[in-house]
């Protein structure tokens, strides 16, 4: 389906809403550190270039090919793979969450192992970046 900008942005506020609205409050279902897991693969790729594209001289507003689904294409996999893979980590990590939640495991550790989870990310998309920079 394409959203174009609009939809995804509409699509991307009720999802964050839904979150939000979740955890927060005294009738709360969850800790907000849960909510992170359920939107990691969105959350780490605009938070990273939100920081990334400054260091580069750019606005981290503008449009760009640096987005996660664009580099996993640039590397080789076609449209579908891209497509299942990054569905299948999404399902992987709100499962994680998910598990995380019902387990009634530690907020502290939940949140550690997301921000180690960020690092890899962070550490991969900086090796596609410099491959991508001695292509070019």
Do not use: C
């Amino acid at each position: 389906v394409y959203l174009g900008d609009a939809g995804s942005t509409m699509l991307g506020f009720i999802l964050a809403y839904i979150l939000i609205s979740s955890s927060q409050g005294e009738t709360a279902t969850f800790a907000p550190v849960f909510a992170l897991w359920f939107l990691a693969i969105p959350l780490m790729d605009a938070v990273y270039l939100v920081f990334a594209r400054p260091l580069r001289n750019i606005s981290p507003f503008t449009p760009g090919v640096d987005h996660l689904h664009h580099n996993l294409m640039q590397r080789g996999l076609d449209v579908k793979t891209t497509v299942l893979l990054l569905y299948a980590a999404g399902l992987t990590f709100g499962t994680i969450g998910l598990i995380g939640y019902v387990m009634g495991t530690e907020e502290g550790f939940m949140f550690l192992s997301f921000l180690t989870l960020f690092g890899f990310y962070v550490h991969v998309s900086r090796v596609i970046a410099r491959d991508r920079k001695q292509l070019s």
